[in-house]
């Protein structure tokens, strides 16, 4: 199995949990749990990974997807340690350690100003989150591996009062969308690059 994504959520933020809440076809985590997202291929075998994560945990699923190239699952609890020990009882059956995952790459990142109000109509048509208005700025991004959209998301919306609009972490490329003012939206980016560009893992 490739080890593609492997991260950890210390705190969950409350747009972050309301968006997971939206989407997620598991158990739904709650404000301030701890999480952990993982990502492998092939997809399939994600499933080993939640049985073994739930027989040696208390860690509660929340997603757990199956593509036909990759599967991502997410755990979640108020404990941190029960999600740290999770990773370690998924690490172990793998026979991996954390630097085994792939290192995240930003594949593209833009910000749009002043974002037209037909353009926002669009936007918030689409999303599971939050919305955005006309003139507001609009931050994307796109990584690979995709797993560590989530990570990004969550940090940005920790360093700045943005509006989380959408982000998909499965799937070829994760992808994020965020609204805000332009300052706000600067210092998210900043925040959810720097989380990214602070994970180390072997080059995809």
Known sequence: MELRTFTYIDILQPQF???LQTVAPGFMPLEQ???LFVEIAPGIAINQLTDIA?????????MQIVERAFGLLELHHFDQGQIREAGRAILDFLGLKESDRLKPKIVSREIITGVEGYQ???????RHGNMIGENEA???LEVQPAGYAAIATNEAEKASPVNVLEFMSFGAFG?????????NIREAA???????????????
């Open 17 to 19: 949990t309301g968006f």
């Open 33 to 35: 749990q701890a999480a």
């Open 54 to 62: 739930l027989k040696k945990t208390q860690a509660i699923p929340g």
């Open 120 to 126: 926002s109509m669009l936007i918030n048509r689409m």
């Open 138 to 140: 609009l931050y994307i």
């Open 175 to 183: 992808r994020v969308w965020l609204g805000g003012s332009e300052d």
């Open 190 to 204: 900043k925040a959810a690059e720097q989380a990214l560009a602070d994970l180390e893992g072997k080059a995809s």
